[in-house]
């Protein structure tokens, strides 16, 4: 009889342990922490693709005008796994640039060498190849000591994706297609972008360079958009004096 119980004791801990796992793993699909599993029936899966080419016309990218949309950006930026997102709206699209953390799982499609090295951090230097203690304050995204980015938008999960165009899409509806990267130099360049809106001037006299950005980067285009450079370096030993008075 004693062996019994125990026997019956055993096996409901084992049926519990084995649905709080299957809850957990179910929570977790349906969290924003979890962008990697891929499994049949992921709520991140279900539906409609809401991002990327929805268009045949070969003009989806001759925007008649672009502005950056601050609302829209918080609410990106507040997903977790990413670090920072700007977001631009147009006549036709969204356009999306993040810059990544790594505090959720799988928003990298695929493996392959990180684009970042961070760890000058611990050395308290910039560049730990070089040992520099100079930055370049222009660029959002670096290669040192920067969040991190992902060079081929299709090596960013398509979970990330759609939970990304599905906000962007609640919040502006009227979209055709949203367009998500990760690609240094275009968060640079939407970083610019940025800075131009949040300082009050129109975006208008950069519409041709941004319409060439976004085919470039999207579509396929062939002009390839001006590197953003900093003419002012700065070091951090300086920034942080600074910061300290």
């Not at 979890?34 to 049949?40: I, Q």
Request: glycine share 8%; proline share 3%; hydrophobic share 35%.
């Amino acid at each position: 009889m004693v062996k019994r119980i125990a026997a019956l004791l055993v096996s409901a801990a084992v049926l519990s342990a084995v649905v709080i796992g299957c809850n957990y793993e179910n929570q977790a699909q349906k969290s924003d922490t979890d962008y990697g599993s891929r499994e049949t029936g992921d709520p991140k899966t279900i539906g409609n693709k809401a991002f990327g080419t929805m268009s045949t016309n070969p003009n989806q990218h001759m925007n008649a005008f672009f502005e950056y949309s601050s609302k829209i950006s918080n609410q990106v930026s507040s997903i977790n796994g990413i670090a920072s997102g700007l977001v631009f709206l147009t006549d036709k699209n969204a356009y999306v640039g993040l810059l990544l953390d790594w505090t959720a799982v799988g928003t990298r499609n695929s493996g392959g060498t990180l684009e970042q090295d961070n760890t000058g951090t611990t050395e308290g230097v910039y560049n730990h190849a070089t040992g520099s203690n100079f930055t370049n304050n222009q660029r959002l995204a670096g290669p040192y000591n920067s969040y991190f980015t992902v060079n081929d938008y299709n090596n960013l999960s398509d979970e990330l994706k759609q939970t990304i165009a599905l906000k962007v899409r609640k919040m502006a509806p009227t979209v055709q297609e949203v367009h998500i990267s990760a690609n240094m130099e275009l968060v640079n360049h939407f970083n610019e972008y940025a800075k131009i809106a949040w300082g009050g001037r129109s975006l208008m006299p950069s519409l041709d360079e941004f319409n060439n950005l976004v085919k470039y980067h999207f579509a396929g285009g062939t002009t390839m958009p001006k590197t953003i450079s900093d003419p002012i370096v700065i070091p951090h030993r300086q920034e942080r004096n600074r910061g300290q008075k």
